[in-house]
């Protein structure tokens, strides 16, 4: 990375780029994400639109195979980096072990691709789906270097470039071709555009002097940055799997049709997850440095805000859902996905949940407890299984729901025990 990372005029003088404030930090991140989550949503659109449910399904399997790979793969160092406060790690270490982590995971991403019984469509689907993950991975790990300096309008400014050129070079590609494949392979080349030509010269502009020197490789400081990240990365992938089990299991018992309307109905909870991840990943620097510095009472208010603001905003998706549920999904798909309002609640419910208690997870990991988090989604993951395999069985689409439901009631409890425990068990200043 010495000549992808060069030093700048305010590098040299040993002058980072100013701070932003945490308003205007979460004003860039919301917008960014916001954006990114658009024209996600707007490629299952496109899909809907100019194919079936059936290829919506396709593109829900791929993702549904791949999100845990990559999850596991990026041991969330994104976290890990934000709240390195200290500065025990250079970011040369985060990006090398990135680097490395994303290689692993295409290896395994083709190997489950090509061995896993698939059509040898689906299997290219997975494996290019998987490339872009990727390539988005390491993108991601530029981005952490934004969010520990609070330059998140950096960040915010290459999502909305990733959504608009990916959307476009997307529904260009899945319209000429009316294939999936062609679809993802949109995806490697646009993000690997943004990755190069807009993250990479924003980090040269925001490193300082000290880490573009390049420290070099060193096996020792990496094996243990591996290390302290494992358990995150373990609870990544529990909680990828969380995202993909209800999918499998609709996958392996109605087809990929049903899977197709659910995750399109489902899609629906994602503008809230930006907003509440615009929060979080806001808020996460700060509340790392207030509780390094023993200011547990300033921590504490600034979880309780953050936590009022998920309520808040998981009430009113809810209303909106059980008022207006059944008109929204006619508008943006069309009515036979209007057929599974029941579905669209159920989903609202738990996205409200979520909403609520994932702050909780953010303020584990701005102190640094990491290995909790895995025993907790360890606990709920039987659970998840169990009750969307049951429910399932019982209720189709809906006894899915439900069965997200309760297991993320049940997250919201164990977290709720974490974080009164950690607390207790800090010192106040």
């Known amino acids: 990375m010495r000549a992808a990372l060069p030093a700048t005029s305010e590098a040299l003088s040993g002058l980072p780029l100013p701070r932003l404030s945490l308003r205007r930090n979460f004003a860039w991140t919301l917008g960014g994400n916001v954006a990114y989550a658009t ?38 160092l994104r976290s890990v980096q934000a709240t390195d406060v200290r500065g025990e790690h250079p970011f040369s270490d985060y990006l090398r072990l990135r680097l490395a982590t994303a290689t692993l995971a295409m290896l395994v991403t083709a190997s489950v691709a090509f061995l896993g019984g698939f059509r ?42 990733r959504a608009a050129t990916s959307l476009i070079a997307f529904a260009a590609a899945v319209y000429y071709s009316r294939s999936l494949l062609w679809g993802a392979a949109s995806l490697i080349i646009s993000w690997l555009a943004v990755l190069l030509l807009v993250d ?48 499998l299991v609709i996958e ?8 197709g309307l659910f995750v399109a109905i489902a899609y629906l909870t994602v503008a809230g997850t930006q907003l509440i991840n615009a929060l979080g990943q806001s808020a996460t620097a700060r509340l790392s440095q207030e509780f390094s510095t023993g200011d547990r009472r300033a921590f504490g208010r600034l979880l309780a805000r953050l936590i009022g603001a998920g309520v808040l905003v998981g009430a009113v998706g809810l209303v909106v859902s059980l008022v207006a549920g059944s008109a929204l999904l006619t508008c943006i798909y069309n009515s ?28 584990l990991n701005a102190m640094r407890l990491f290995r909790p988090r895995l025993a907790l989604h360890a606990l709920t993951l039987p659970v998840l299984i169990i009750a969307c395999c049951t429910l399932g069985w019982w209720h189709g689409l809906r006894g899915v729901a439900e069965g997200i439901c309760l297991a993320e009631f049940i997250a919201a409890l164990a977290y709720c025990w974490l974080v009164r425990r950690a607390l207790r068990g800090s010192k106040p200043s």
């Open 336 to 363: 036979e996905y209007a057929k599974h309002t029941d579905v669209l609640c159920w989903m609202m419910v738990a996205a409200a949940v979520t909403y609520a208690y994932v702050f909780l997870g953010t303020a």
């Open 120 to 161: 040898t469509e689906t299997a290219l689907v997975i494996l290019a789906v998987g490339a872009a993950k990727a390539v988005e991975s390491v993108s991601d790990i530029l981005h952490g270097l934004f969010q520990v300096r609070e330059r998140m309008d950096l960040a915010a400014r290459s999502l909305v470039v």
């Open 200 to 247: 990479l010269p924003s980090s040269r502009a925001l490193l300082a002097a000290r880490e573009t020197a390049n420290p070099g490789w060193n096996r020792a400081r990496l094996w243990n940055l591996a290390w302290l990240a494992l358990p995150l990365g373990l609870g990544q992938m529990l909680r990828g799997l969380e995202l993909s089990i209800p999918r």
């Open 39 to 76: 024209s996600q949503w707007a490629m299952l659109i496109v899909l809907a639109k100019l194919g079936s449910p059936e290829l919506v399904g396709q593109f829900a399997l791929a993702l549904a195979v791949t999100n845990p790979i990559l999850l596991f793969a990026g041991l969330h």
């Open 252 to 259: 392996h018992r109605f087809g990929e049709r049903e899977l």
